[in-house]
């Protein structure tokens, strides 16, 4: 233990899913490292001590799916400022990028951002686009070039991103996906892939993906879905499911449905990772819909999962899909002091989703701090 801590987080409930530790413990941090997790620290050898009496005391938040590349990718927005009141101390931007301009991502986004901003890397050489999409001509689709830029980015590339959408990519879906996929192979890294509204069935994508890919936007109604006509999932998709396909959230403006959740969970397909797709194109202010990953976060307490299962799901979960559960994604002595502070509020709530849907509810997480490499940031709440 330190002799002295920069910060200490007293009177809060530890939660960290790795380890199973969910009680009443203090945190220590010192030199932007965890220090000391124990009953009862001293106080007198702290810099600054705050009390989180009645919060939770996190991992920093994973979002795995956002679009941070602004003022270049379209889809792009400042994402920042948000994280940090939000309890999300890592983001993965999710393909804004490809092999032409991750460069510039690096040294634009990742490197002046205080959140730990990573990237999938985009089949296409310029990273996803709104009009014309990305991959009409199949032509703009580098694999070996999106391969190579994972492999000179480790630090921060962490796989490869598809859009098999209609409006992306046309009717190019099937050899775009194989490219995709063929990247991921050369670099080891998941392949994460886009639905809805595509042009091949979910059955083929889910039978094509190796375990490890990931599907986002899972819960889309857009079709083809993941469910049938009865509201059963897909044999394919349980498949998928069962050999270790992962199903990511990606909330964004048009792909979360109450009813498809529900049917989807009921029969058996609970998100693997839960993330929130913010994007710069979502209606303003505020992130319409989507709101912010404590907002997405909500919908699944109100759908049934409890908060370790919830949060599991947007810290260790995420990390071990990309391979750095050994950096990101738990709350532990030596670990980089990476800390969200979180509280379920009492307070009457309406959720949203993309079809029109509106849940009033009684409770909410909200974010009271957030800990980045044990710099301290006020949480919006």
């Given at each position: 233990m330190a002799d002295t801590f920069d910060l200490l987080l007293t009177g809060g409930t530890v939660l960290n899913p790795v380890t199973g530790v969910n009680r009443k413990l203090d945190v220590g941090v010192a030199e932007g490292r965890v220090t000391a997790i124990l009953a009862d620290l001293p106080r007198a050898n702290a810099n600054k001590v705050l009390d989180v009496a009645g919060c939770y005391v996190t991992p920093?938040?994973?979002?795995f799916h956002v679009h941070s590349y602004w003022g270049v990718n379209p889809y792009g927005c400042n994402l920042d400022a948000l994280c940090l009141a939000t309890g999300v101390t890592t983001t993965m931007d999710a393909g804004s990028a490809g092999p032409v301009n991750f460069l510039g991502f690096r040294n634009l986004v990742s490197e002046s951002s205080k959140t730990r901003m990573l990237g999938f890397v985009a089949l296409a050489q310029h990273g996803v686009l709104n009009e014309p999409g990305e991959l009409l001509n199949l032509g703009f689709a580098d694999s070996d070039g999106a391969a190579q830029t994972v492999g000179d980015n480790r630090d921060i590339g962490v796989g490869i991103k598809v859009r098999l959408h209609r409006k992306s990519i046309g009717e190019n879906s099937r050899a775009a996906l194989r490219l995709a996929i063929k990247a991921g192979e050369a670099t080891r890294t998941p392949?994460?892939?886009h639905v809805?509204?595509?042009?091949?069935?979910m059955s083929e994508i889910a039978d094509t993906l190796?375990?490890?890919?990931?599907?986002?936007?899972?819960y889309t109604p857009q079709k083809p879905s993941i469910i049938d006509e009865t509201g059963k999932l897909l044999t394919e998709v349980r498949k998928a499911k069962e050999?270790?396909?992962?199903?990511?959230?990606?909330?964004?403006?048009?792909?979360?449905?109450?009813?498809?959740?529900?049917r989807a969970m009921g029969d058996g397909l609970l998100p693997d990772v839960i993330s929130s797709d913010l994007h710069g194109r979502l209606k303003q202010p505020g992130f319409g819909i989507v709101g912010d990953l404590p907002t997405t976060l909500t919908k699944f307490l109100a759908l049934g999962l409890n908060l370790e299962e919830i949060i599991a799901r947007c810290t260790i979960n995420p990390a071990r899909v990309i391979d750095w559960q050994d950096r990101i994604?738990?709350?532990?002595?030596?670990?980089?002091?990476d800390i969200a502070v979180l509280k379920?509020?009492?307070?009457?709530?309406?959720?949203?989703?993309?079809?029109?849907?509106?849940?009033?509810?009684?409770?909410?997480i909200a974010a009271q701090w957030t800990i980045r490499q044990g710099e301290l940031f006020k949480g919006k709440g």
């Open positions: 920093g938040l994973i979002d392949t994460m892939v809805g509204d595509t042009a091949i069935s190796r375990p490890g890919d990931i599907i986002t936007h899972c050999r270790g396909v992962i199903f990511d959230v990606g909330h964004a403006g048009g792909h979360f449905d109450f009813d498809l959740v529900r994604g738990s709350l532990e002595v030596g670990r980089e002091a379920i509020t009492d307070e009457p709530t309406t959720l949203r989703d993309s079809v029109g849907g509106e849940w009033s509810v009684n409770q909410r």
